[in-house]
């Protein structure tokens, strides 16, 4: 397969990066940009259309897991066009070979192995402000280092530890100079040994992980650290877990018939996601309660925004318990409607983006706990209804 073209990617928020499509591997995508550089993402940050156009070209150039692949730890992204994952395999441009993604088990721990040695080197000028002779002296340039949420969050200047991507942490970057070299930290007292740098350098390239069994935080390059990045798809645990036959011919018939647009999202399992993109417009809840009967346990991926649904529809749409992820930007949909999604306890995402949901809906979100990103611009909920879900949902990505 020729090499995916340059294209301006747009991801869910809105923000264009023009780049090129090198490589997917499960729920991650690599790209690459003009200058060269290759970033490695979630493909749930696109855009919806870009996310079909991503697994589409996987699936033209093939690249979908196949069941007999076992997942193999820490493996560079699949690059288009090799048929078989081969890890040596050079990325188009061998000066960047692609960042490994970090998806196998981490081995090292966060509060055992690291937080230890920044409290021992650290922490003296890297912590919360303190009170000394009647002034507050603040932490160094803004870094604190006293937990994995402070060390994440970075510097006055940004990040400082970039998941699964050692060489482009300034923190390691800076404890790994020479020791006469003025910028190392710490800048007094003795370097940090070998085993020590090491340690860290692993536990980022392992993808920076809370704790060896938290999921690898693989947050969007020049996102606010602040936020937790979108985390593994469960996808592949409902493939394990939920028994679903494969989608049967009449139940694609009927989903066409009613204007819907059908994507298998993977060889491996039964899952498709489903849209309407160019004649959303006509879209109402009859369409949906047609096809929702045939599909509704293979359906993990429902656009359904721009549509004519209502609040009604919703409760065919909370039948189908597979559903991780679930768009209703730019509809009519209330806090009635999300009554009705209540049971949905696979669902991950939710765009809520310009619909009539105010705070009594967000009470319904806070019983969904699986939730991991909410997008709640342009509705009618306020700041105050969002920290209570904030309060209820500590993990939980909630954009407003
Ligand atoms: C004696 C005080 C002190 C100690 C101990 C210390 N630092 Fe620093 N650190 C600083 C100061 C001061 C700066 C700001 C330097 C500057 O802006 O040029 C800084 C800056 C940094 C930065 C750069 C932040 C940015 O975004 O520019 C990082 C990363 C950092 N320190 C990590 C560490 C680590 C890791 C350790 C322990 C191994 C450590 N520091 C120990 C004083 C210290």
Same mark, same amino acid.
């Given at each position: 397969?020729?090499?995916?073209?340059?294209?301006?990617f747009?991801?869910?928020?809105?923000?264009?990066?023009n780049?090129?499509?090198?490589?997917?591997?499960? *729920?991650?995508?690599?790209? /690459?940009?003009?200058?060269?550089?290759?970033?490695? =993402?979630?493909?749930?940050?696109?855009? =919806?259309? *870009?996310?079909?156009?991503?697994?589409?070209?996987?699936?033209?150039? $093939?690249?979908?897991?196949k069941?007999?692949?076992?997942?193999?730890?820490?493996?560079?992204?699949?690059p288009?066009?090799?048929?078989?994952?081969?890890?040596?395999?050079?990325?188009?441009?061998?000066?960047?070979?692609?960042?490994?993604?970090?998806t196998?088990?981490?081995?090292?721990?966060?509060t055992?192995?690291?937080l230890?040695?920044?409290?021992?080197?650290?922490?003296?000028?890297?912590?919360?402000p303190y009170?000394?002779?009647?002034r507050t002296?603040k932490?160094?340039a803004?870094?604190?280092? +006293?937990?994995?949420? &402070?060390?994440?969050?970075?510097?006055?200047d940004?990040?400082?530890?970039?998941?699964?991507?050692p060489? +482009?942490s300034?923190?390691?970057?800076?404890?790994?100079?020479?020791?006469? *070299? !003025? $910028?190392?930290?710490?800048?007094?007292?003795?370097?940090?040994?070998?085993? /020590?740098?090491e340690?860290?350098?692993?536990w980022?390239?392992?993808?920076?992980?809370?704790?060896?069994? &938290?999921?690898?935080?693989?947050?969007p390059?020049?996102q606010?650290?602040?936020?937790?990045?979108?985390?593994?798809?469960?996808?592949?645990?409902?493939?394990a877990?939920?028994?679903?036959?494969?989608? !049967?011919?009449?139940?694609?018939?009927?989903? !066409?018939?009613n204007?819907?647009?059908?994507i298998?999202?993977?060889?491996?399992?039964?899952?498709?996601r489903? %849209?309407?993109?160019?004649?959303?417009g006509?879209?109402? $809840?009859?369409?949906?309660?047609?096809?929702?009967?045939?599909?509704?346990?293979? =359906?993990? /991926?429902? *656009?359904?925004s721009?549509? /004519?649904?209502?609040?009604?529809?919703?409760?065919?749409?909370?039948?189908?318990?597979?559903?991780?992820?679930?768009?209703?930007? +730019?509809?009519?949909?209330?806090?009635?409607g999300?009554?009705?999604?209540?049971?949905?306890?696979?669902?991950?995402? @939710?765009? @809520? #983006?310009?619909?009539?949901?105010?705070?009594?809906? #967000?009470?319904?979100?806070? %019983?969904?706990?699986? @939730?991991?990103?909410?997008?709640?611009?342009?509705?009618?909920?306020?700041?105050?209804?969002?920290?209570?879900?904030?309060?209820?949902?500590?993990?939980?990505?909630?954009?407003f």
């Amino acid at each position: 397969m020729a090499v995916e073209p340059f294209r301006d990617f747009r991801s869910a928020q809105g923000q264009v990066l023009n780049a090129r499509l090198i490589g997917v591997k499960g *729920d991650q995508i690599a790209i /690459q940009t003009r200058d060269g550089k290759t970033h490695v =993402l979630s493909v749930f940050i696109l855009s =919806l259309p *870009d996310q079909i156009y991503v697994r589409q070209a996987a699936q033209r150039g $093939d690249l979908m897991p196949k069941p007999t692949t076992p997942a193999r730890p820490n493996t560079p992204v699949t690059p288009p066009g090799s048929n078989t994952p081969n890890p040596t395999t050079p990325a188009p441009n061998p000066a960047q070979p692609l960042a490994p993604v970090a998806t196998g088990p981490a081995t090292i721990d966060f509060t055992k192995h690291v937080l230890p040695i920044f409290k021992a080197s650290c922490t003296e000028c890297h912590k919360a402000p303190y009170e000394k002779n009647n002034r507050t002296i603040k932490p160094k340039a803004g870094l604190r280092l +006293d937990s994995f949420e &402070a060390t994440m969050k970075g510097s006055t200047d940004g990040q400082v530890v970039k998941p699964g991507k050692p060489d +482009d942490s300034i923190l390691l970057e800076l404890v790994a100079l020479e020791p006469d *070299d !003025s $910028d190392i930290m710490p800048p007094k007292g003795d370097p940090l040994t070998a085993e /020590q740098i090491e340690t860290i350098r692993k536990w980022i390239a392992e993808g920076a992980r809370s704790s060896v069994t &938290a999921a690898a935080p693989t947050g969007p390059v020049g996102q606010n650290p602040n936020e937790a990045g979108p985390k593994i798809s469960p996808l592949d645990t409902l493939a394990a877990t939920a028994k679903v036959r494969p989608l !049967s011919p009449d139940a694609i018939a009927i989903a !066409s018939k009613n204007g819907a647009q059908v994507i298998p999202l993977a060889e491996k399992h039964p899952f498709v996601r489903m %849209e309407f993109v160019s004649i959303a417009g006509s879209i109402s $809840d009859s369409e949906i309660g047609r096809i929702i009967p045939t599909i509704r346990f293979n =359906l993990t /991926q429902l *656009d359904l925004s721009k549509t /004519q649904v209502t609040n009604k529809g919703m409760l065919n749409v909370g039948k189908c318990r597979n559903l991780t992820h679930l768009n209703l930007r +730019d509809t009519q949909i209330g806090d009635e409607g999300l009554a009705g999604l209540r049971n949905l306890e696979n669902l991950w995402y @939710l765009n @809520l #983006l310009n619909t009539k949901v105010t705070n009594r809906g #967000l009470s319904t979100l806070a %019983e969904i706990k699986s @939730l991991q990103e909410v997008y709640l611009w342009q509705s009618d909920v306020t700041a105050s209804g969002v920290q209570e879900l904030r309060a209820a949902l500590p993990n939980t990505k909630i954009l407003f």
